[in-house]
């Protein structure tokens, strides 16, 4: 049985109330339980973490290592643009690592259109709302499938 961990970074608690024209309605157990039931209906088991504290972030990253996490989605909200530590996390992790965001960061302010992770990431989800949820889990389900050994370099050219 597969193991995804769910991450989520600064202001996603704040999921439901916070500028709903950019990030939607759902609240964040509403997009985590969109993500669950993916992975259940997958045969597989979702863990989820939300902090507003990059270190607790960087921790349960690096216990994902070891504790039996298979693949790893992630929306680390504001520290996509700024987190060179949490780039060097994820890089460590051996698994399928998908990047995920409510909103598309390519069509918003020009900040936010950089990510540092995306190249420590196999793949990118944005701009798809709450609906983006099942589709990360979709396509880390799809790279464990696939035996993808997490390297996002191994992934070529576009």
Partial sequence: ????????????????????????TATLDEVVADAREEAEHAGAVLDHLQTEHEGVLLERIHAARTDGTDAVVVNAGAWTHTSFALRDALELFDG??????????HARESFRATSVLSAVCDGLICGFQRHGY????RAALALLADGDDGDADDAGPA
């Fill in 1 to 24: 049985m597969a193991r995804i961990l769910l991450l989520h970074g600064p202001n996603l608690s704040q999921l439901g109330t916070r500028d709903p024209a950019v990030y939607g």
């Fill in 96 to 105: 399928p690592v998908v990047e995920l965001h409510l909103s598309n960061i």
């Fill in 134 to 137: 099942p589709l990360a889990v």
